[in-house]
C-alpha cells in the first residue's frame, strides 16, 4: 500500500490495528452527527451538542469518550466548561488510511478485469 506521511513507515498488521480502531469511533451515527457537528463548528460543548440531537447528557458522555479514546476528538476545559474539537491529524489518518485501503482494493479488482479480458 501506498500510504502518505508518517503511515507509510508502519507494518500493514499495524496500518491495519490502527485503521479498525480509529473507525470503530465511527461505527454508531449519533457519533458521526458529532463528528459532523464539530466540522460546521469549530469546538462545542456537549450541552450545544446535545441541542442539535436526540441524546441525554450521558448518553452525549459516552459518545464523546468513545471519540477521544480512538482520538478523533480532542477536549479542553474542566466541569461545566468543557469544549471538545476534532483532533485533524488523527482525521487525516483515518481518510488516509481509508483512501488507501479502498484504492488498492479497487486498484486490485480492476486489474483483475483486466486479466480476464
Known amino acids: 500500500m501506498a500510504y502518505s506521511k508518517a503511515w507509510q513507515y508502519l507494518s500493514n498488521e499495524d496500518l491495519d490495528f490502527q485503521l ?3 473507525a470503530a469511533g465511527l461505527t454508531h451515527q449519533e457519533r458521526l452527527r ?12 456537549p450541552s ?5 440531537s436526540k441524546l441525554c447528557l450521558s448518553s452525549m ?8 479514546d480512538r482520538y478523533l476528538v480532542s477536549s479542553k476545559g474542566e466541569g461545566q466548561h468543557v469544549v471538545y474539537f476534532l483532533n485533524p491529524g488523527v482525521c487525516e489518518m483515518l481518510r488516509d488510511l481509508i483512501t488507501d485501503l479502498l484504492d488498492e482494493a479497487i486498484g486490485r479488482e480492476n486489474q483483475r478485469r483486466d486479466d480476464a479480458d
Open 20 to 22: 479498525a480502531h480509529q
Open 34 to 45: 458529532i463528528i459532523r457537528y464539530l466540522a460546521n463548528h469549530k469546538q462545542a460543548t
Open 48 to 52: 450545544a451538542m446535545m441541542r442539535d
Open 61 to 68: 458522555s459516552h459518545h464523546l469518550k468513545m471519540l477521544r
